[in-house]
Every structure is written in C-alpha cells, then in structure tokens.
C-alpha cells in the first residue's frame, strides 16, 4: 500500500534497507540503488535507514579494487533485502552461505526480497525464484536459465516483480528498482522527486533490447557464426529461417534449436534486432527518411520497422528521432 507524502511521515519508524555484498561485487550495483534509498529517504525525512552488510561483516572486495565496510548481517528481519550482482555472484562457492541466509530472512518475514544484475544468480540458487518471472543483465540471461531451469527468465526486463521478490537487469537497472520500491513505499510523487534528483529517468523507456550487443555477438560455434555475419551482409534481403538454415548446413529444425541456444533468440528475432540496431543510428542522425531507412535495412514497410522499434527501443522512429534532436540541442550525449 502506498504512502502519500503528508508531512507526518517522520512520525514512521523508517524501512530498514540492506545490500547484501560478497568478494567480487559490482560497486555500481550497490552505489547506484543505495543512492536512490538514500536521496529518497530524505524528501519526506528519515523514511529509509540503509545497511551495507556482508556475511561475515567488515571490508569487502569490489571487483573494481574498492573496498566497502560492511557490517555482520542481523539475525533480526530487514524491511527489505537486496542482494547486489557482480562477478562473484555467478561463483557457486558463495551461494552455500547466502542462500542458507536468505531462507531464514524468509522464514523471519522480511518484507521485500530483491537482486541487482547478477544477484539473481543467488536468489535462484536459494529456489527463490522457482516458478517466478526474473530478470538479470541481458549477457547473463542465457546461463542463468540454463543454470536454473525453473526460472521464467526474460532477459529484456528493466526488472520484475512477483509479489515480495524483485529483480533487476544489470547496472543502472538497480535504480529503476530502487525507484519502483520507493514508489510503493512512499508514493509517486517522492519516486518522481527521487528520479530528477540523481537525474535519471522515472520509468525509462523499453527493455534491455535497447543495450543489446548483438551487432557484436559472437557465438561458440562457426556454424552460427557465419549465419551471424551473412545475416549483418544481407539485412536488406528476405532472411528466412529456411535460407538461413541453409548457410548453416542444417534443418530447419535443427537450425532453430541451435541458434535460441547459443544467441538467447530465435532467428526472425535475430534478425529484427540486427534491423533496428543498424536502423537506429541512421534514424537518430535525421538526415534520410524514414521510409527509405525501413527499406534499406530490410524491413518490409515503414510500419514493421515501427513496430519493431517499439518492441525493441519502446518507441517508434520519429519518437526516437525527435528525442535525439533534443539530446543534440542540449549537448547530451544518448547510451
């Protein structure tokens, strides 16, 4: 339930927020949601109070060579525990002890369970996220529903939730979690306050799609390799998962299976995403027109580019046009 800014908030005893660090985080995954607890708790006063903790307590590693002072996880229950990624999440040696915790956090009622990045490889190795919807960072999406099958993962979330566990894509996404928790603590006006405070967007546009480095991709095998890069050759051509199969050597069928295994996507998906990446840059440029941008990269028409756009940046290509002149006008430079 939310709780609207009334001026009496300071009245409330505030929500205990803990990250839960080990050797080998990701210091962003923790400096970026912890900042939006932070400025958030101070607009209505003393509504959040923050931990670093640790396992064991005192310095932890980053994987960047800092080192966070942290303190002893409690025995008693926070409001909410988030569980910060990194290198070190993804190493079976630390799950033993986390997961053992995060099941008494559980059985001791802690209200709001959650991971950053990577830190849903903990969750998950504690069975939290059975049967539930998770996201982690795009690169890792694969491994982690290889890992741990009974996961729905969708690796083009910002973040999820489900209702008390919560995760987040990778970095940056720790503060759109941040931003929806604090929402729903404390209302969307503090949310809003909170977001134009660090700068950043309130609810930031799209998915994970929009990062995706899959211009970039390059899978184990030659076979998908190559059908890979006659893909980015031939973009403005029909590319049916028949003529792909078919530089691949392979079925059909065969074919199919082995490019969602090492790619995350099904060959028509590959190739749209290729499109809208290739499409995008020229787009935000301004100079051709959009109807020659569409058939250039291959799209049949204007509106499956559109669409396509839509699914994979949130908004269609005079939106993302006029948000890059924008950008330009005020010298800001658009990830």
């Known amino acids: 339930m939310n709780t609207r800014h009334t001026g009496q908030e300071s009245a409330v005893p505030p929500r205990d927020i803990a990250f839960l ?13 912890l900042s939006a607890f932070d400025t958030a708790g101070r607009i209505p006063g003393n ?18 060579g800092l080192e966070v002072v942290t303190r002893k996880v409690r025995s008693t229950p926070y409001d909410t525990l988030i569980v910060v990624g990194g290198q070190g999440s993804r190493e079976p040696v630390q799950w033993p002890a986390i997961s053992a915790y995060l099941a008494r956090a559980v059985a ?11 830190g849903a490889f903990i969750l998950a190795a504690a069975g939290l996220l059975d049967g539930r919807p998770a996201t982690t960072h795009w690169r890792h999406a694969i491994q982690l529903q ?21 995760t987040s894509a990778g970095i940056t996404a720790g503060i759109d ?13 503090v949310a809003q306050q909170t977001a134009r405070m660090l700068v950043v967007y309130y609810r930031r546009p799209g998915g994970q799609s929009q990062f995706s480095a899959m211009a970039g991709m390059e899978p184990e095998s030659d076979r998908i390799r190559t059908v ?28 199919g299976r082995a490019f969602l295994a090492e790619t995350g996507e099904t060959p028509a998906k590959a190739v749209e995403r290729l499109r809208v990446e290739v499409a995008r840059p020229r787009v935000e440029q ?17 509106e499956r580019m559109r669409r396509a756009f839509i699914r994979m940046l949130g908004h269609p290509p005079q939106s993302v046009r006029r948000m890059a ?3 330009e006008a005020l010298g800001v430079t658009r990830i």
């Open 228 to 255: 890979l890069a006659y893909m980015r050759e031939h973009l403005n051509e029909a590319l049916s998962t028949e003529k792909l199969a078919a530089v691949a050597c392979l079925s059909p069928r065969q074919f």
């Open 146 to 166: 290889r890992m741990f099958p009974r996961v729905k993962v969708d690796g083009d979330r910002i973040y999820t939730r489900d209702g008390d566990i919560w």
């Open 325 to 327: 002149g924008a950008d």
């Open 47 to 64: 509504a959040y109070r923050c931990h670093v903790v640790s396992m064991d307590g005192g310095g932890v590693l980053s994987t960047s």
């Open 177 to 189: 979690l941040a931003l929806a928790m604090i929402e729903d603590d404390l209302g969307l006006e």
């Open 21 to 33: 660090v080990y050797p080998g985080f990701q210091i962003q995954d923790l400096s970026g949601p």
């Open 286 to 302: 301004g100079a051709e027109p959009i109807e020659h941008i569409a058939h250039a990269v291959g799209f049949a028409d204007p």
């Open 108 to 118: 001791r009622r802690t209200r709001r369970i959650a991971s950053v990045c990577t």
